[in-house]
T-cell receptor, first 114, second 112 residues
Framework: GAVVSQHPSWVICKSGTSVKIECRSLDFQATTMFWYRQFPKQSLMLMAT?????????EQGVEKDKFLINHASLTLSTLTVTSAHPEDSSFYIC??????????FGPGTRLTVT | QKEVEQDPGPLSVPEGAIVSLNCTYS??????FMWYRQYSRKGPELLMYTYSSGNKEDGRFTAQVDKSSKYISLFIRDSQPSDSATYLCASNSGGGADGLTFGKGTHLIIQP
């Protein structure tokens, strides 16, 4: 149980284009999902908190107009990186909260912007 | 100062040894503590989740929390080469919408 999937697992895009990443909780309903970013040899940094049916809450320093988050259902949250630039290249990982405090993570999406 | 500090390693030990991984935290509001294992280019896998001070055991893993000194540990008994990975400690204050604050992770290598 508590399986979270992400799609795609790897994407390459050209600078200036937009990329959408999906995060799904497969066997449970998640009222809250989180988006993290991880640069090489660095830890995970929280980008935003996503609650079903409401606007996402972004961490300080994360541009909400650049990283659009939509939590349309209890099992799906999407992150869209708009007008991507090479510095946005990173490993993006989502997590979903079960009924407790623990979070279960997806396998991650590796974004490369050329 | 980062809110969660963790020695990045690498930590190399022989197979079968007991491994001790440690983190310190500075935020007194942190109440929940988790240990994740992350293999290269994969998402973190939840290993242990604790709330109160003391020990919690699950198979070969034991998580220890000392809130008075703001110190958390993970012990791995009978370590195996498959345990080689990066181990991340994480914490939050426990609110339902609370994201996790992670340590930098310790890279563990179990030598066969």
């Amino acid at each position: 149980g508590a399986v979270v999937s992400q799609h795609p697992s790897w994407v390459i895009c050209k600078s200036g284009t937009s990329v959408k990443i999906e995060c799904r909780s497969l066997d449970f309903q998640a009222t809250t999902m989180f988006w993290y970013r991880q640069f090489p040899k660095q830890s995970l940094m929280l980008m935003a908190t996503s609650n079903e049916g409401s606007k996402a809450t972004y961490e300080q320093g994360v541009e909400k107009d650049k990283f659009l988050i939509n939590h349309a259902s209890l099992t799906l949250s999407t992150l869209t990186v708009t007008s991507a630039h090479p510095e946005d290249s990173s490993f993006y990982i989502c997590s979903a909260r079960l009924w407790g405090r623990e979070q279960y993570f997806g396998p991650g999406t590796r974004l490369t912007v050329t | 100062q980062k809110e969660v500090e963790q020695d990045p390693g690498p930590l190399s030990v022989p197979e079968g040894a007991i491994v001790s991984l440690n983190c310190t935290y500075s935020n007194s509001a942190f109440q929940y503590f988790m240990w994740y294992r992350q293999y290269s280019r994969k998402g973190p896998e939840l290993l242990m989740y604790t709330y109160s001070s003391g020990n919690k055991e699950d198979g070969r893993f034991t998580a220890q929390v000392d809130k008075s000194s703001k110190y958390i540990s993970l012990f791995i008994r009978d370590s195996q080469p498959s345990d080689s990975a990066t181990y991340l400690c994480a914490s939050n204050s426990g609110g339902g919408a609370d994201g996790l604050t992670f340590g930098k992770g310790t890279h563990l290598i179990i030598q066969p």
